[in-house]
């Protein structure tokens, strides 16, 4: 067992991770001051799974102490493992594989293991099948329960988050900013660059189902151009409806849903709960999104519903 070659992170450092993303900058705002912190959200010294998609590799290892070491793989299907984190951060990865191979798998399980800081060894498969990239995971016992439930000591954090993305095109434009603000600069993305609509749910129309915080469908323009329709349900804590929003977006915007389809009436009803961002795709976008507008982003990986009973008909502006 050889420790990586160094050169492999070297090499990644040049990798956006965070690939079918698109990069927006964000509107002018005249006047507006920056908060000097993050906008509270949880913790916002807190290391996200998204993180492990959007900061170099070389970062992200040296971060949480972490080593990479090409190792035999005691089944052939698998491609990496994650050793016990309480015996250190060991990951382990199969001979021979490109650079680019590495670096997914190793970002994999480091998001993994970000997301769901209470899970001891896991493993990834070798390779990807249909968009589905299953971690096989073995729940890490503290005092004799499986640790579901995450006490905040367990989780890794970092003392300045936007020190860590200076150089990388995901840190702050204008510096960390409140909710309503980057709330603001979300709607302006779907007006202005989509030419669609973006406005809380209005008091006269048929309220959202219970556990659903946004809808989104797309209309179409008088000349057949299709327009996206944003609704956010704004009864809903700034912060999980600025999260809401970010992923409304990217949602908008053509971010990957992983073959998820709309209702029969075309509309996405996305959830209010949420879940950590498991790799590139909406998600992601919609986290990376929300940090480059200013505020440091909960776990954004939404879940979309399709059975509430609501007609495109019933949403604002789709007619």
Excluded at 13 to 31: C, L, Q
Excluded at 117 to 131: L, Q, W
Aim: net charge negative; charged share 25%.
């Amino acid at each position: 067992m050889q420790k990586l070659d160094s050169s492999i992170a070297t090499a990644m450092k040049g990798h956006d991770m965070a690939e079918n993303v698109t990069s927006f900058e964000p509107r002018a705002s005249e006047g507006r001051t920056s908060s000097k912190e993050p906008q509270v959200c949880e913790r916002a010294d807190v290391l996200r799974a998204h993180d492990a998609w959007a900061l170099p590799l070389e970062v992200l290892l040296d971060l949480l102490n972490a080593t990479a070491r090409e190792a035999e793989m005691p089944y052939n299907a698998l491609g990496a493992m994650l050793g016990d984190p309480s015996r250190g951060l060991r990951i382990y990865v199969r001979p021979g594989q490109t650079d680019q191979d590495l670096s997914r798998l190793i970002r994999r399980l480091i998001g993994y293991y970000l997301g769901k800081p209470g899970t001891g060894m896991c493993a990834a498969p070798a390779f990807e099948s249909d968009g589905e990239f299953e971690i096989l995971s073995v729940p890490r016992k503290r005092e004799g329960t499986v640790a579901d439930a995450v006490a905040d000591a367990d989780r890794h954090t970092a003392a300045d988050i936007e020190a860590l993305y200076e150089e990388s095109r995901w840190a702050p434009l204008r510096g960390w900013r409140t909710d309503e603000e980057v709330i603001d600069e979300l709607k302006a993305i779907v007006v202005d660059r989509h030419h669609g609509l973006a406005d809380e749910l209005p008091s006269d129309a048929p309220a959202l189902p219970e556990g659903i915080g946004a809808a989104v469908a797309f209309g179409y323009d008088k000349d057949g151009e299709s327009r996206p329709l944003v609704y956010v349900d704004p009864s809903l804590p700034s912060g999980l409806r600025a999260d809401l929003w970010g992923f409304c977006v990217a949602l908008a915007s053509g971010g990957d849903l992983g073959g998820a389809e709309p209702n029969v009436d075309g509309i996405f009803f996305v959830g209010t709960q949420r879940s950590p961002v498991i790799g590139p795709g909406a998600g992601l976008l919609a986290a990376l999104t929300l940090q480059r507008l200013g505020r440091r982003p909960g776990d954004c990986g939404f879940q979309l519903v399709s059975e509430p009973v609501m007609s495109s008909e019933q949403l604002p502006g789709a007619a």
